[in-house]
């Protein structure tokens, strides 16, 4: 695989490796070391990861704030450290009598637009320090709540299983949003406690399962989906005349795209992606480019 390929490649993460593990993976791959993803997942966690190879990683940061989508289990009857399986247990009780509807109400109170406590074990930083780093050596840690959006939250199956309760559940959320945080709240709410079994990303943004490649079949064939078909499909697209692609090289101001809101892609009249832009006031602002006055030469 040639060091100057551009593109995302769209992995169905495994249990128990790191999303730091998977692009270490893809670098291999790749043959080049710049390679990121967008949106990290637990190692407990499987399903979709993006990542981003060469230029495409300019389009990561973009990508990591569109609504994501996975399938869960909560386990009610239990709280741990982690709000997880990971985790150890804190503390819980009986579950066993817990009625469906009283789940389904505790569910609707946490859709829509929430204020959320992150879980303690987050990659969110206090004082320069990672949450999580600071609850493995024994500190309390206590985050800030913070506004995220739950478009779809939906208990679609129950199991009893002795004192515990598990709950199959299927969320559609903004970026920012804690699946864990989701569980520990509904465990919390009902008075019982809840911790995550399972998490499944299914979708980020436009892609999906179907999308998506595991390990092992990169390994067989390496595939990238194109800068170009990655931006196309992931952004709204706005093609420009030989003027505005110069004027997009060299950096010159553009008129707003009015496609907007959020990132916009621009293309040359050769099909080739320019840049990102985000629609300010009279003018569209770069948000990222990609292709330099040299190379357009």
């Known amino acids: 695989m040639s060091e100057h390929s551009d593109g995302l490649v769209i992995a169905d993460k495994p249990a128990g490796i790191t999303s730091h593990g998977v692009v270490g993976r893809v670098r291999r791959l790749a043959g080049t070391r710049r390679v990121g993803h967008a949106g990290t997942l637990d190692p407990m966690a499987t399903g979709v990861l993006v990542i981003g190879v060469g230029r495409a990683t300019r389009l990561l940061g973009h990508l990591a704030l569109t609504e994501k ?36 109400a505790e569910v609707s109170v946490l859709t829509g637009t929430i204020r959320q406590v992150p879980s303690a074990v987050s990659a969110i930083k206090i004082d320069g320090v990672r949450s999580y780093h600071r609850v493995r050596s024994g500190q309390e840690v206590e985050l800030k709540a913070r506004e995220v959006t739950v478009s779809r939250f939906e208990a679609t199956a129950f199991r009893r ?22 569980a520990r709240d509904v465990g919390a709410a009902l008075g019982v406690g809840g911790h995550l079994t399972a998490l499944r990303r299914v979708r980020v943004g436009p892609y999906g399962l179907d999308h998506a490649r595991t390990l092992a079949r990169l390994e067989e064939k390496f595939e990238l989906t194109p800068l170009d078909v990655a931006a196309a499909v992931a952004f709204p697209r706005v093609d420009v005349d030989e003027v505005s692609a110069r004027q997009v090289v060299h950096g010159a101001p553009l008129p707003r795209t009015g496609v907007g809101p ?20 009279p003018r569209a602002k770069y948000l990222a480019v990609f292709v330099s006055a040299a190379e357009a030469r």
């Open 69 to 104: 989508s996975y399938e869960a289990t909560i386990r009610l009857g239990a709280s741990t450290v982690t709000d997880d399986a990971e985790g150890e247990v804190t503390n819980g009780a009986d579950a066993s009598e817990i009625d469906e509807a009283a789940v389904h």
């Open 161 to 182: 299983s002795g004192a515990f309760l598990d709950v199959d559940v299927v969320v559609d959320c903004s970026s920012g949003t804690y699946i864990r945080a989701l």
């Open 262 to 281: 959020g990132p916009v892609a621009v293309f040359g009249p050769d099909g080739a992606l320019l840049a990102l832009v985000e629609d300010r006031g």
